[in-house]
């Protein structure tokens, strides 16, 4: 029972240097989306994917870029991290039935220097 | 985006009840959630309330939706330590396509 999966779970980065987020998802779950958690904000969208080699940009998708190129994953990257990008990155997932329930994975926890 | 509201704290003794408020914009939401995070997990389902309903039930918990205010409500009765959590209620007024999340309210449950 792997459900959602995020790896790295922690990293540090200085400013400047690029970095990939990988989610995998072994339920075939057709939407993959990638949520940023900061404190007293929430969740924010950053991007998500309605289905393998898809993808679209949510409510903060500057300086992130992201690849379905397999239904199963769904991969985040910055190419020039920033201090602002520190935050706890959450994948998560959802089958395409009606009641819409989101998967969520555990977190990764990125600091950039 | 859409904007969710909730208060960030709230502070119960053990047994007592809690009620966490969110306030959401979108009138065309069919499905508003609660969603559950424990300390270094990620977000799991709690409830979930479809628009044409005013209430409803699951063992200690209550959800309470009032469409003419959007105002969503999460009541947890005989609250309980392990209830401490963080708590986030979400909207998705396009077709389950995106979600949105209030800023969370930290449930803390004192003995």
């Known amino acids: 029972n792997a459900g959602v999966t995020q790896t790295p779970k922690f990293r540090v980065l200085k400013t400047g240097q690029s970095m990939t987020l990988l989610c995998a998802q072994d339920?075939?779950?057709?939407?993959m989306y990638w949520y940023r958690q900061d404190p007293g904000m929430g969740l924010r969208l950053i991007h998500y994917?309605?289905?393998?080699?898809?993808?679209a940009k949510g409510e903060v998708p500057d300086g992130y870029n992201v690849s379905r190129l397999k239904k199963q994953n769904f991969l985040l990257g910055l190419e020039s991290a920033a201090p602002s990008q520190t935050s706890v990155y959450f994948c998560?997932?959802?089958?395409?039935?009606?009641?819409?329930?989101?998967?969520f994975g555990e977190g990764s926890r990125l600091t950039v220097l | 985006g859409e904007d969710v509201e909730q208060s960030l704290f709230l502070s119960v003794r053990e047994g007592d009840s809690s009620v966490i408020n969110c306030t959401y914009t979108?009138?065309?939401?069919?499905?508003l959630y609660w969603y559950k995070q424990e300390p270094g997990a990620g977000l799991q389902l709690l409830t979930y309330i479809f628009s044409n309903m005013d209430m409803k039930q699951d063992q200690r918990l209550t959800v309470l939706l009032n469409k003419k205010d959007k105002h969503l409500s999460l009541r947890i009765a005989d609250t309980q330590t392990g209830d401490s959590a963080i708590y986030f209620c979400a909207e998705s007024p396009d077709n389950f396509n995106k979600f949105y999340f209030g800023s969370g309210t930290k449930l803390n449950v004192k003995p």
């Open positions: 979108d009138s065309s939401s069919t499905y």
């Open positions: 994917s309605v289905g393998e080699g898809t993808t």
């Open positions: 339920m075939n779950h057709e939407y």
């Open positions: 998560a997932s959802r089958r395409d039935l009606n009641t819409g329930e989101l998967f």
